[in-house]
């Protein structure tokens, strides 16, 4: 079993940064890789960064430039660094981890709002 912890979400204003972060427990020797997805009203959830152990990251060409993903692998926990947060980033975003199986974090909301 695998559990997923976020924290880091809420409220801030265009422009603006958060961080989000998601520690992995339980079987996480299996866990290759780890990654973020957002869902927002109305559409499809959808790939927002990945990061595999070895450290080869993916993002989706709408936060290319804006956000990074990292990893400790020591603490098995990833990070999704959020820069220059537009409206449109407003979504609930999940963390996500990959090994025989995938494991889903609960959400976190996060709101770009003036």
């Known amino acids: 079993q695998v559990q997923l912890v976020e924290s880091g979400g809420g409220l801030v204003q265009p422009g603006g940064s958060l961080r989000l972060s998601c520690a992995a427990s339980?079987?996480?020797?299996?866990?290759?890789?780890m990654g973020w997805y957002r869902q927002a009203p109305g559409k499809q959830r959808e790939l927002v960064a990945a990061?595999?152990?070895?450290?080869?990251?993916n993002y989706a060409d709408s936060v290319k430039g804006r956000f990074t993903i990292s990893r400790d692998n020591a603490k098995s926990t990833v990070y999704l660094q959020m820069n220059s947060l537009k409206p449109e980033d407003t979504a609930v975003y999940y963390c996500n981890a990959r090994s025989r199986l995938l494991w889903w974090g609960q959400g976190t909301q996060v709101t770009v709002s003036s």
């Open positions: 339980g079987s996480i020797f299996s866990i290759n890789t």
């Open positions: 990061i595999t152990s070895a450290g080869s990251t």
